[in-house]
């Protein structure tokens, strides 16, 4: 039995996994796939992958690509899903924030440096025609470390997937003001060099399985209320991301890379942009 460590945030994107290592799937082909839930999310995955804590991660593109050129010895081997993540922008609903317009020169928290939701504050602020350099940032690790950060005014707006935050929503804590969606497919799988290297046909067989799953995920009889059950949410909201979310089976293309170091380096997020070779493995 080859044992494999992966690491990926406890979101409905996840449940492919969940259900693959519970029905003994993997464990059939011979893999012992050990899950690590890591709800701080992508930055902390990242650090996860250089200290060698995790073999896999489950991660946000943006967030890999930019670590990835800062010397994260890992590879990207698949988009896992194709279609854009929907980030939320929450405030406190007790603030006086109405419009996006409001939040510019204000503070955002973010779960860490180099996370999805400190890299989208950028793309956002962008969007709107405000001063990148003006971003001011509240590390809060969590989506309860940013409940706190927004009720006591340490932070303004906290940007995240929008269906995962929206029982905070219904439920008094946060408004949701606007959505910016990833301007890119919106997790990838990234492995570890060294483990790429000395196990690529374990690789292969761990990608088979979950594209397998991943492409008959939504005719699985009554999945809405089974994710609606296991993550907290309003079956009719689990439709609407259903509809919503695309997995994919393939590995990056160049354009899509092209497109996501293009923006990170004219946000200034990275210095130099990595050759497809030096981010991306082709099996």
């Not at 962008?126 to 989506?143: A, H, M, S, Y």
């Not at 997995?247 to 130099?272: A, G, P, R, Y």
Request: hydrophobic letters at 40%; charged letters at 25%.
């Amino acid at each position: 039995m080859k044992t494999i460590k992966i690491a990926g945030v406890p979101e409905h994107f996840n449940l492919p996994w969940h259900l693959c290592i519970e029905n003994g799937e993997f464990e059939e082909a011979g893999i012992d796939l050990q899950w690590t839930d890591v709800p701080e999310g992508t930055g902390k995955m990242c650090q996860m992958l250089r200290d060698g804590e995790t073999d896999i991660a489950v991660i946000l593109t943006e967030g890999i690509v930019k670590d990835i050129n800062a010397g994260n010895s890992s590879k990207i081997v698949q988009v896992y899903v194709e279609s854009p993540l929907i980030w939320g922008i929450h405030v406190d609903a007790k603030s006086n924030y109405n419009s996006l317009t409001d939040l510019e020169n204000t503070k955002v928290a973010i779960s860490r440096l180099g996370s999805g939701s400190h890299l989208m504050a950028f793309v956002n602020a962008q969007n709107q025609g405000w001063k990148t350099d003006d971003l001011q940032f509240e590390i809060v690790n969590t989506i309860d470390g940013a409940v706190e950060a927004l009720s006591i005014g340490k932070a303004d707006y906290f940007m995240w997937e929008k269906f995962m935050t929206k029982p905070l929503v219904d439920n008094g804590t946060f408004r949701r003001i606007a959505e910016c969606p990833t301007p890119w497919p919106c997790f990838v799988i990234a492995v570890r060099n060294e483990i790429v290297e000395q196990n690529p046909q374990t690789i292969e067989l761990i990608l088979e399985i979950i594209n397998t799953t991943t492409e008959e995920f939504k005719d699985i009889p009554s999945i809405n209320r089974t994710l609606a059950s296991r993550y907290n949410q309003k079956t009719e909201d689990i439709d609407s991301w259903l509809s919503q979310t695309r997995w994919s089976q393939k590995n990056m293309t160049v354009e899509t890379l092209n497109k996501v170091q293009n923006q990170l380096f004219d946000l200034h997020l990275i210095d130099k942009k990595g050759t497809f070779a030096e981010i991306v493995h082709s099996f």
